[in-house]
């Protein structure tokens, strides 16, 4: 079946670590994206990228980065740097006419 | 910025309609969509209008468009337990940030279902 998948589902992360979230499509979608939700924020663009070898931040890169390597996959490592982790992480890719499909998420908590 | 605004609780009875209501900012929006949020789920793409139309149904889902208000709202007949998620609406917005087709989303709108 096509669609996304993120894993893994839950991630514990001590303080000073990195640690990284996978996201995988077979959608053939060009685009994709990382947003991080948090209780009552609605969803806030973290990195996104229109094209293999090509990224860019949104909102919020601050603390993360992505790469890009092949159209499948779309990788997201939250750094030590990130002084506020504990959030749901959701990954999406889009359609040419831009709906966007969303992955199940990953649920990040740092102990 | 550009920003999309929605009621945060929504309370309805089994059987009756819901009415989500959003608003928007940006009036050259091409595309707006709704998405469903189960807990600890993803979200899930509902159904989108397009900016030229003002109505779109699909089965028990009626989208309703008045761009001179920059009005949305998402109607769900006869509300069944399983329409118990958050709702979410989003304009395509290219100066979002999010490159061509990047989305602005509202801070979603929970659905509680009373029996």
């Known amino acids: 079946d096509g669609g996304i998948t993120q894993s893994p589902k839950y991630l514990f992360r001590k303080e000073g670590q990195n640690v990284t979230l996978s996201c995988e499509q077979n959608?053939?979608?060009?685009?994709m994206y990382w947003y991080r939700q948090d209780p009552g924020q609605g969803l806030r663009l973290i990195y996104y990228?229109?094209?293999?070898?090509?990224?860019q931040k949104g909102d919020i890169a601050e603390g993360y980065s992505v790469s890009r390597e092949k159209k499948e996959s779309f990788p997201l490592t939250v750094t030590s740097a990130q002084k506020n982790p504990t959030a749901f992480y959701l990954c999406?890719?889009?359609?040419?006419?831009?709906?966007?499909?969303f992955g199940p998420g990953t649920r990040l908590t740092v102990l | 910025g550009e920003d999309v605004e929605q009621s945060l609780f929504l309370s309805v009875r089994e059987g009756d309609s819901s009415v989500i209501n959003c608003t928007y900012t940006?009036?050259?929006?091409?595309?707006l969509y709704w998405y469903k949020q189960e807990p600890g789920a993803g979200l899930q793409l509902l159904t989108y209008i397009f900016s030229n139309m003002d109505m779109k149904q699909d089965q028990r889902l009626t989208v309703l468009l008045n761009k001179k208000d920059k009005h949305l709202s998402l109607r769900i007949a006869d509300t069944q337990t399983g329409d118990s998620a958050i709702y979410f609406c989003a304009e395509r917005d290219p100066n979002s940030g999010g490159g061509a087709d990047g989305l602005t989303f509202g801070k979603g709108t929970h659905l509680i279902i009373q029996p």
């Open positions: 990228s229109q094209i293999v070898n090509d990224f």
């Open positions: 999406a890719s889009s359609t040419p006419t831009g709906e966007q499909f």
């Open positions: 940006d009036s050259s929006s091409t595309y």
């Open positions: 959608l053939n979608h060009d685009a």
